[in-house]
Nanobody, 122 residues
Framework: QVHLVETGGGLVQAGGSLRLSCAAS????????MAWSRQPPGTRREFVAG????????FYADSVKGRFTISRDNAKKMVYLQMDRLKVEDTAVYYC???????????????WGQGTQVTVSS
């Protein structure tokens, strides 16, 4: 199994950009589909973006499509989330997760990292 650690969160003004990173340790990282999810204050965790084990397939929630880009580097065991044109409603704790197969369901990913806080101010 992999262990995941997210970094890169912070405070940014609306319209700005942030790049989140997820470092994986453990075996067989390149065989896992990966995803980012987020949990805004007082709400349920929601799917943000996913990427296949090869990196050839990516998919996004409608709320972030065209603004966020997920990518991975299997040699470095890293997953990234480039977030552009950030909005106040993007404020949340962001998590990366691993799954045997690509999925839209947050519950299909296990484990998840500890999360990194992203705060977008108006």
């Amino acid at each position: 199994q992999v262990h995941l650690v997210e970094t890169g969160g912070g405070l940014v003004q609306a319209g700005g950009s942030l790049r989140l990173s997820c470092a994986a340790s453990g075996r067989n990282f390149s065989s896992y589909a990966m995803a980012w999810s987020r949990q805004p204050p007082g709400t349920r965790r929601e799917f943000v973006a996913g990427i296949s084990w090869s990196g050839l397939s990516t998919f996004y929630a409608d709320s972030v499509k065209g603004r966020f880009t997920i990518s991975r580097d299997n040699a470095k065991k890293m997953v990234y989330l480039q977030m552009d044109r950030l909005k106040v409603e993007d404020t949340a704790v962001y998590y990366c997760g691993a799954a045997p197969l690509s999925s839209w369901a947050v519950t299909d990913y296990d484990p998840w990292g500890q999360g990194t806080q992203v705060t977008v101010s108006s």
